[in-house]
């Protein structure tokens, strides 16, 4: 997808507002969901409204692409790939999925992104997915500038990485909290974010230890200050 050497500043867009204002600001690449299927249910967006997008983002040169990253029941992948072709019809440069199904599906003729919710950890596991036809691998969140040297030199395929924003303390892609407590699935787009939650510890006697406190609520990720070094290990998109 880039050039070789070509670093990406890659940019959220809730909707087409926030993408337009994105670009404008100088980001070489947005991603927005779509009506369905994104990991943000209640950001969807219309399909008129990423075309607009696309044409304005090929004016700068810029791409968008668009998360089609929820795991999907056998029912709903013909829907979905139905929404890839449309997608790709009105410009879009790429797609970010984590049903693996879908590799088995008639999709268009557009690359493919490996969501960070397919467990983006090891050396073999971006290996497998380079094989089977992605362009580029979104990394884990835990992983540290060796293990993405490592995950470099194992493969060619485009790595992309966090930067900036909220951590999850479970690992993308393998938490069912917010599903368990209140049939909210994170894999599904509606996590509830029970981590953000306020809790109290107690011990095996019932003592309270701690109370009210944000015991399961990490600190934002901010990488800004590393970005040379990431760069030296091998990634190539900033997100």
Not at 58 to 65: F, G, L, N, R, S
Not at 143 to 171: K, P
Not at 191 to 213: F, I, K, N
Request: charged share 20%; net charge negative.
């Amino acid at each position: 997808m880039l050039k070789q050497d070509e670093i990406e500043l890659l940019a959220p867009a809730r909707d087409l507002e926030c993408g337009i204002a994105a670009i404008d600001a100088g980001a070489d690449a947005v991603y927005i969901g779509a009506a369905r299927y994104g990991a943000r249910a209640k950001a969807g967006n219309a399909l008129i409204d990423i075309e607009t997008l696309a044409r304005h983002a090929h004016t700068y040169w810029a791409w968008v692409y668009v998360t089609l990253n929820t795991l999907l029941y056998d029912d709903e992948l013909a829907q979905a790939v139905r929404l890839a072709h449309q997608l790709h019809d009105v410009g879009v440069d790429a797609l970010i999925i984590q049903d693996v199904g879908l590799l088995e599906c008639d999709l268009p003729p557009i690359p493919l992104i490996a969501s960070t919710q397919m467990h983006n950890h090891t050396p073999e596991r971006i290996a497998f997915l380079e094989q089977v036809g992605f362009s580029r691998v979104i990394l884990a969140r835990e992983l540290s500038l060796a293990q993405i040297r490592a995950i470099s030199q194992a493969t060619t395929i485009e790595l992309e990485a966090f930067i900036h924003g909220a951590l999850c303390v479970s690992y993308s892609g393998q938490c069912y909290m917010s599903y368990a407590i209140g049939g909210r699935s994170g894999n599904r787009g509606e996590c509830a974010q029970p981590c953000r939650r306020l809790y109290s510890l107690v011990d095996q006697e019932g003592q309270t230890l701690v109370r009210d406190r944000y015991l399961l609520s990490l600190k934002d990720l901010n990488l800004t200050s590393h970005l040379a070094e990431l760069i030296d290990a091998g990634v190539c998109s900033f997100k």
